[in-house]
């Protein structure tokens, strides 16, 4: 963690005790879940924007999904795992929230799902994406039929530890291959014409795309 990530991190504000245990499990377990700064940023979207019906690709222990509820209680989320261990964890902690009539967890492979919301013709107010990054192209692409007017779409980890910069260098070829697809994201991502997108350097990077019409 570097000066200006450790001020930041310094300065955020409390919150519940329980979450921090739900930390401290992904810690202990290493399950990946959003940084501290970058999961303040999108709490903070979530209090400007107020979406009443939010998809998040990539559930893992249902971390970021009870944060963003934390923020706006009357919101429906619907959230895709495709693990089968993260999902009964997710389920579990959902569960103890008291918040099974506010999230919905679908089990399956994320592409598989959005075709099914697809054809029940839903649609959401904010999409996050967190999952897995070399498919982030496709999910953004795939999730177009689901989305309306002023719908905004935020990924995570879209400068990946700066290997996508140069700031570092990955030193092994997957890590060269992964920093590749997530560059040819990136750019395609900021050419897209019914999009505004914005790139913000905070944790690992956060993409805002928020559709004109």
């Not at 989320?77 to 929230?97: C, G, H, P, R, S």
């Not at 290997?163 to 997957?174: F, I, L, N, P, W």
């Not at 590749?180 to 014409?193: D, G, R, S, T, V």
Request: proline residues 3%; hydrophobic residues 40%; aromatic residues 8%.
């Amino acid at each position: 963690m570097n000066k200006l990530e450790h001020y930041l991190t310094n300065h955020l504000s409390e919150h519940a005790e329980s979450f921090q245990e739900l930390e401290h499990f992904a810690k202990e377990h290493r399950v990946p879940i959003m940084e501290p700064v970058s999961m303040n940023f999108l709490t903070q979207l979530i209090r400007m924007n107020q979406p009443n019906t939010i998809l998040e690709i990539g559930t893992a222990i249902g971390y970021s999904a009870l944060r963003m509820l934390d923020v706006h209680e009357t919101a429906t989320i619907t959230t895709i795992e495709k693990d089968k261990d993260m999902y009964d964890l997710a389920t579990k902690n959902v569960q103890q929230f008291d918040q099974s009539a506010h999230v919905l967890i679908k089990h399956g492979d994320a592409l598989e799902v959005i075709e099914q919301l697809v054809k029940e013709e839903m649609s959401y107010d904010f999409i996050f994406i967190d999952a897995a990054k070399a498919q982030y192209q496709q999910y953004f692409a795939a999730v177009q039929p689901l989305t309306k007017a002023r719908t905004w779409i935020v990924c995570d980890n879209i400068l990946f530890k700066g290997y996508v910069s140069g700031e570092s260098e990955a030193d092994h070829k997957r890590l060269q291959q992964l920093t590749k697809k997530i560059q040819a994201f990136n750019a395609w991502l900021i050419e897209q014409p019914d999009y505004h997108t914005s790139i913000i350097p905070i944790g690992d990077g956060v993409s805002i795309s928020v559709k004109i019409k």
